[in-house]
Nanobody
Framework: QVQLVESGGGLVQAGGSLKLSCAAS????????MAWFRQAPGKEREFVAG????????YYAVSVKGPFTISRDNIKNTVYLQMNSLKPEDTAVYYC?????????????????WGQGTQVTVSS
């Protein structure tokens, strides 16, 4: 069983930064691809960023490529999302997720475990 716990969300002004963390339990973290998704009110959950097991390959949604950086620490069993130059449209609940082997990074159905989410609110 895997448990994912996100933290680091909050209220920030446009142009500001936040760093989200996702702490994972379970022995398979270091061999698993991970990702961040987000869901804004009234919208579908969408892919934000993904990272392979070693951290050597990363993937981003077009809308966040550049300002956002995903990283991981396999000693601490934690994956991070550094978010810079935040915009009001980045307001959402952010979720981390553990990917099933061999599946696409971009599809919701590719992920077997999800955290409870952390709220990010960007004021204008």
């Amino acid at each position: 069983q895997v448990q994912l716990v996100e933290s680091g969300g909050g209220l920030v002004q446009a142009g500001g930064s936040l760093k989200l963390s996702c702490a994972a339990s379970g022995r398979t973290f270091s061999s698993s691809a991970m990702a961040w998704f987000r869901q804004a009110p009234g919208k579908e959950r969408e892919f934000v960023a993904g990272i392979n097991w070693s951290g050597g390959n990363t993937y981003y949604a077009v809308s966040v490529k550049g300002p956002f950086t995903i990283s991981r620490d396999n000693i601490k069993n934690t994956v991070y999302l550094q978010m810079n130059s935040l915009k009001p449209e980045d307001t959402a609940v952010y979720y981390c997720a553990k990917r099933m082997d061999g599946s696409s990074y971009y599809l919701l159905a590719a992920y077997e475990y999800w955290g409870q989410g952390t709220q990010v609110t960007v004021s204008s």
